[in-house]
């Protein structure tokens, strides 16, 4: 089945400890997004991606950054993580012309 | 900006009628979005609206009133699956999505 994995589902991390999530898909679309989701908050849009063509939300933090190495993959690192950090992160992908986004389960990140 | 509100909770008894109610102040505003999320899951699709009026998808309906920049989802004959967090979200040039704050839909035998 067609679908958006993300990779590891729950992560432990220290403070200050680098870490990358990642994401794959086998949708082929050209649109990935990531979102973080905080408990009982909404999803909120960190970064996206039109193909290799990256866009950063304004008020994404400096500490996080991405790759898009190719169509199907996607990774978000977080360069030093802080106790505000731990989240839900969220990756979704859609096709470029618009419709409903598909998220992945997500991966949970504590930061110890 | 862009904005939206909803009811933070809602609470039923299995197979009653609820309605959650989203409004918004957004710009480049192309349609209505519906998501649902249980707990510790992803949000999965459940409608878009990019017109005014009903759209029904089996036992679930969303409308919009783009002059009133509000809009609602309707669930029918809930069931306990039903219990879940549902998301209104906007959608605007690019395909963006901005999320409402989550309305806790608590379903009760």
């Known amino acids: 089945d067609a679908m958006v994995i993300q990779n590891p589902r729950y992560q432990v991390t220290q403070f200050g400890k680098p870490v990358t999530l990642s994401c794959s898909q086998t949708?082929?679309?050209?649109?990935m997004y990531w979102y973080q989701q905080k408990s009982s908050q909404a999803p909120k849009l960190l970064f996206h991606?039109?193909?290799?063509?990256?866009?950063n939300e304004a008020d994404t933090p400096d500490n996080f950054q991405s790759r898009r190495p190719n169509t199907s993959f996607c990774f978000l690192d977080i360069r030093s993580p802080g106790l505000g950090d731990a989240a839900m992160y969220l990756c979704?992908?859609?096709?470029?012309?618009?419709?409903?986004?598909?998220f992945g389960p997500g991966t949970r990140l504590t930061v110890l | 900006g862009q904005s939206l509100e909803q009811p933070s909770e809602v609470t039923a008894v299995e197979g009653a009628i609820v309605q959650i109610n989203c409004t918004y102040q957004?710009?480049?505003?192309?349609?209505l979005s519906w998501y649902q999320q249980h707990d510790g899951g992803a949000p999965t699709f459940l409608s878009y609206?990019?017109?005014?009026g009903l759209e029904e998808t089996g036992r679930f309906s969303s409308f919009l009133s783009r002059s009133d920049s509000y809009g609602y989802l309707l669930l029918q004959e809930l069931q306990m699956k039903d219990s879940a967090s549902y998301f209104c979200?906007?959608?605007?040039?690019?395909?963006?999505?901005?999320f409402g704050g989550g309305t806790r839909l608590m379903v009760k035998p």
């Open positions: 991606y039109y193909d290799k063509d990256f866009n």
């Open positions: 979200a906007s959608r605007s040039a690019g395909n963006m999505l901005t």
């Open positions: 979704a992908t859609s096709r470029e012309g618009g419709g409903e986004q598909f």
């Open positions: 949708l082929n679309h050209n649109v």
């Open positions: 957004t710009s480049g505003f192309y349609g």
């Open positions: 609206n990019a017109l005014d």
